[in-house]
């Protein structure tokens, strides 16, 4: 099984950037896909973006598309999520998750492990 750890939220002024980690253990996660997930409090849990575990394709939701860009170190075990020019409606608890699926995957009920989360605000 594979455990994820994520860093790097914190609170940036609109226009900022931030960049994600996601730190893995297990020797699985280079055979697994990576995805990015969101939520606001009350709402619901939104795919932000995807990466095969080759790194070779990514998929992203079309409110990010242009301005976040996911990748992976295998060799590092670990998966990133840039983010550049944030808005205020990117506030939310960003979640990475994995999957052993050969697809890339906006769906969340399909990613099998999940990290604990971490808090990106944006201040207006």
């Known amino acids: 099984q594979v455990q994820l750890v994520e860093s790097g939220g914190g609170l940036v002024q609109a226009g900022g950037s931030l960049r994600l980690s996601c730190a893995a253990s297990g020797r699985t996660f280079s055979h697994s896909a990576m995805g990015w997930f969101r939520q606001a409090p009350g709402k619901e849990r939104d795919f932000v973006a995807a990466i095969t575990w080759s790194g070779k394709s990514t998929y992203y939701a079309d409110s990010v598309k242009g301005r976040f860009t996911v990748s992976r170190d295998n060799a590092k075990s670990t998966a990133y999520l840039q983010m550049n020019r944030l808005k205020p409606e990117d506030t939310a608890v960003y979640y990475c998750?994995?999957?052993?699926?050969?697809?890339?995957?906006?769906?969340?009920?399909?990613?099998?492990?999940w990290g604990q989360g971490t808090q990106v605000t944006v201040s207006s």
């Open positions: 998750a994995g999957h052993r699926r050969s697809l890339v995957t906006s769906e969340a009920s399909l990613y099998d492990f």
